[in-house]
């Protein structure tokens, strides 16, 4: 454990120096695009974030390179330059569409070299679980299924950025998940060199994250653009493939015929919003003849905006629905039994409802009238509103009708 251990803790100090440098260059020579009618944040601020999370990346593989424990993986071909090359990828073009607003199809062009990069060099889907057997495809539809999965979570990770403090944060906790569930399956399965791949990437994630978020969170002084949120999606998907396409359920616990199909549940429930969010997304956008890629402001967390949810409350939700899904999951393969795994969920999923219906900026208004008062859509009551302040009396965070 010390060894990944080591790994986060350079990722950490390394993107947090990163950030201060990034943001500091930002802030010279003025490299914060324009607020857009989209945009939650009221002030031009940099998109840069990426540019440190990238150098955290680099820093934390080079520092890996260097343990003894992780020396199977470095001796193994090209999976890791794979990897560290399709994110020097990402972060490039993510780079370019923060400061230059490229077209999607460039984008999505990246993002399918980038997968495609990976795919060819080995990271890729070579079978599925399915009971005490295996599914294997052909060669040719286990490369565009490894492409189409990647380039899915990328977009599903870069679509619900939106908030301070979102992406790192859900990031944070679905790769702390994952990485104590890739440590499990390894001292009950065996050493395998995928499942240490997994694990060091999600650790890596964990460390880049955790460094960036205090340059990020509510109110942000940067955001890690497209540049950043792709490069988490990116490395999510990396290290979901590494276990969930070569592992055998034969392996595992006899016991637990569901273990074989944890793999595959456990990226999804900790992805469940993003992909959630990008699924409504496609379908909201296609439905009104627009492009898949065409921007909106119908994303989940402003929905949650305009039920009267404060940026951090919203955050916050989308926090505990990660951590109950991941963590109800995480239980089973670890008990062996569903009981507890249901407490967690049918508790867990009636606090995520009470957060959800009842925003904190309606209960304060409610309770400052000391009596049921009008209230807008966004929860400050209506007279305060038409004074030209909300219930916090917050000037910066006035509340339209």
Not at 4 to 19: G, N, R, Y
Not at 372 to 391: D, H, K, Q, Y
């Amino acid at each position: 454990m010390l060894p990944f251990l080591t790994v986060a803790a350079v990722a950490v100090l390394v993107t947090a120096a990163a950030s201060f440098v990034v943001l500091r260059i930002s802030r010279r020579f003025g490299l914060a695009p324009e607020v857009r009618a989209r945009d939650v944040h009221t002030r031009p601020t940099p998109r840069l974030g990426g540019v440190a999370m990238f150098i955290g990346v680099l820093a934390a593989f080079g520092t890996a390179a260097l343990v003894r424990e992780f020396d199977p993986l470095f001796s193994r071909g090209g999976e890791i330059l794979a990897l560290l090359g399709a994110c020097a990828l990402i972060a490039v073009v993510g780079v370019l569409d923060d400061l230059l607003d490229l077209d999607w199809m460039i984008k999505l062009a990246a993002q399918l070299a980038a997968a495609g990069l990976l795919a060819w060099n080995g990271v890729q889907i070579v079978s599925l679980p399915f009971g005490d057997t295996l599914i294997i495809p052909s060669p040719a539809m286990n490369f565009a299924l490894t492409v189409f999965l990647m380039t899915l979570v990328m977009n599903a990770v870069n679509f619900v950025d939106g908030l301070d403090g979102l992406v790192a944060g859900v990031a944070i906790i679905a790769n702390s998940i994952f990485f104590i569930y890739t440590r499990l399956l390894e001292a009950q399965s065996g050493r395998f060199d995928s499942i240490s791949f997994a694990s060091l990437i999600a650790i890596v994630v964990v460390g880049v994250c955790v460094g960036f978020l205090p340059f990020n969170w509510h109110r942000a002084r940067m955001f890690m653009g497209d540049s950043g949120a792709l490069l988490v999606g990116l490395m999510m998907a990396t290290s979901t493939v590494s276990v969930t396409g070569q592992l055998t359920p034969a392996a595992l616990d006899s016991k637990l015929v569901i273990a074989s199909y944890i793999p595959i549940l456990l990226p999804v429930a900790v992805l469940i919003l993003p992909l959630a969010d990008f699924a409504l997304a496609v379908f909201r956008r296609l439905k009104a003849g627009k492009s898949p890629f065409a921007a909106d402001r119908l994303h989940l967390h402003h929905r949650l905006l305009d039920m009267g949810h404060s940026p951090v409350q919203a955050v916050c939700i989308f926090y505990l629905g990660t951590a109950v899904l991941s963590v109800a999951l995480l239980l089973v393969f670890t008990l062996q039994s569903f009981v507890l795994p249901v407490i967690v969920l049918v508790v867990g999923g009636t606090i995520c409802a009470l957060v959800l219906f009842f925003p904190a900026r309606r209960i304060r208004a409610a309770r400052a009238q000391g009596r049921l008062v009008a209230l807008t859509r966004r929860g400050a009551p209506a007279e305060l509103v038409r004074g030209g302040a909300n219930a916090a009396g917050d000037p910066d965070e006035r509340i339209p009708e």
